[in-house]
């Protein structure tokens, strides 16, 4: 089993749909959960992060973990064109080690 | 302010030549990061450098090497390179010990024949 689990896509949703997507981890050490952002042919770039458990708001974007179910998702309200890109999920045991990516979701927002 | 900033953009050898990349940030960033980047297997670290003048393996760092030349830049070599090392290479920096907040440069794409 993979450390860090993401659906590899393409999830393809009309502007304005709310957009869920998620991964799964196996290592319940996992504290620092990340959301990157990667455009075609672009280095990714972080959208956010949360700590341990919890809901993180930022504008139209969510991010959820679930420690106890070691689910994490990322909500986007209001999809836009502009969202088309692919999601990296990330996650860590402190901040000072290195990053375990998931392959990452695409997601496809048509006009 | 640039970023994270790779040099070359693409690049094609044939198997056996060896390469360097380049990597640099204007970010005063302590850490710096290599992974490379797969179809259908995510972002993989091959190297990182907690500090200047540190460096330390990752997950997949055979048939690379790295240099910390100083805090601005991190470069990356493959002395033989082979097919298998076809990839897109990114570079990463992150303020201070923390890793959590990475910026990444926009990649180098690699093809060895």
């Known amino acids: 089993q993979k450390e860090v689990e993401q659906d590899p896509g393409p999830l393809s949703v009309p502007e304005g749909a709310i957009v869920s997507l998620n991964c799964t981890y196996s290592n319940s050490a996992f504290q620092y959960f990340m959301w990157y952002r990667q455009y075609s042919r672009k280095g990714p770039e972080l959208l956010m992060y949360t700590y341990s458990s919890g809901n993180k708001e930022d504008g139209r974007f969510t991010a959820q973990v679930d420690k106890s179910s070691k689910y994490i998702s990322l909500f986007i309200r209001d999809s836009q064109p502009s969202d088309s890109a692919t999601y990296l999920c990330a996650m860590t045991f402190s901040g000072y080690s290195t990053l375990t990516f998931g392959k990452g979701t695409m997601l496809l927002v048509s006009p | 302010n640039a970023g994270v900033t790779q040099t070359p953009k693409f690049q094609v050898l044939k198997t056996g030549q060896s390469m360097t990349l380049q990597c640099a940030q204007d970010?005063?960033?302590?850490?710096m990061y290599w992974y490379r980047q797969d179809p259908g297997m995510g972002l993989r670290l091959i190297y990182y450098s907690a500090s200047e003048g540190t460096t330390d393996k990752g997950e997949v760092p055979n048939g690379y090497n790295v240099s910390r030349l100083n805090k601005r830049e991190f470069s990356l070599r493959l002395e033989s390179a082979a097919p298998s090392q076809t990839s897109v290479y990114f570079c990463a920096s992150s303020q201070g010990s923390t890793r959590v907040e990475q910026y990444f440069g926009p990649g180098t794409r690699l093809t060895v024949t």
């Open positions: 970010m005063n960033h302590n850490s």
